[in-house]
């Protein structure tokens, strides 16, 4: 491990299920792609590698963000909250962040005259993932 992996490491505090809220936001627009989570080994990754890596809770292993769809997410900066218990991740995003096929993940806007959808599908989810 990294010095600096060590160092950011030192930072973050893991709830009880080992993990932590990683926020992926533009860096040069400051547009909020996506929320997930980052287990330690994800956090190691990602800073190590330069390309973020998630912890998937439903496949229950490390996630390197694009490397099935294509959609790669190459860190610029890597943030701890004043807590330690959220983590900010300017990234560059290539392509969409969202499973759905949209740039963004938060993508329904509930206003007082009902919930509008913000974004439109920019590539298919199938030919993302191949389902």
Known sequence: ???????????????????VPAIAQQHDTGEV??????????????LE?????????????LWHKGGTSGQIQRLIDFRVDC???????LVEQTGVACHTGRR?????????DGITVT???????????GG
């Open 83 to 89: 807590d330690g218990d959220t983590v900010l991740v």
């Open 33 to 46: 792609l996506m929320m997930a989570w980052m287990n330690a080994d994800a956090v190691r990754a990602t």
């Open 1 to 19: 491990m990294t010095a600096l992996a060590a160092d950011a490491l030192a930072l973050v505090k893991f709830d009880d299920n080992g993990l």
């Open 119 to 129: 974004e439109p599908v920019l590539v298919s989810p199938e030919s993302l993932y």
């Open 49 to 61: 590698r330069g390309e973020v890596h998630y912890w998937s809770r439903s496949r229950r292993s």
């Open 104 to 112: 963004s993940c938060f993508y329904r806007a509930v206003r007082p």
